[in-house]
């Protein structure tokens, strides 16, 4: 399940610079995510680091992006291909 920003978001920009797949990027009103690049970190991180690094807790879960962790560890893989990913 991908993550998305609520309207709770500041845009402070906080979450863009710590996400490890360029999922995160400047809307028109609020920060937004992608669906196909979210991984809800599965294999770069231990937690998802827009949810750590959010000061008022606009990244939430997207019921509407459902994944196994499986899928979002391919989905990993895709984007970054010849690299390892770390597993906990």
Not at 8 to 32: F, H, K, Q, R
Not at 34 to 41: F, H, I, K, L, S
Request: aromatic share 4%.
């Amino acid at each position: 399940m991908a993550y998305k920003i609520t309207d709770e978001c500041i845009s402070c920009g906080a979450c863009e610079a710590e996400c490890p797949n360029n999922a995160i990027s400047e809307g028109e009103t609020m920060y937004v995510i992608d669906p196909a690049r979210c991984t809800e970190c599965v294999g770069s991180c231990q937690s998802p680091q827009c949810v750590d690094i959010c000061p008022v807790e606009a990244p939430v879960l997207d019921p509407d992006n459902q994944e196994s962790r499986e899928a979002l560890l391919e989905k990993w893989k895709s984007l970054h291909p010849g690299e390892e990913p770390k597993l906990d």
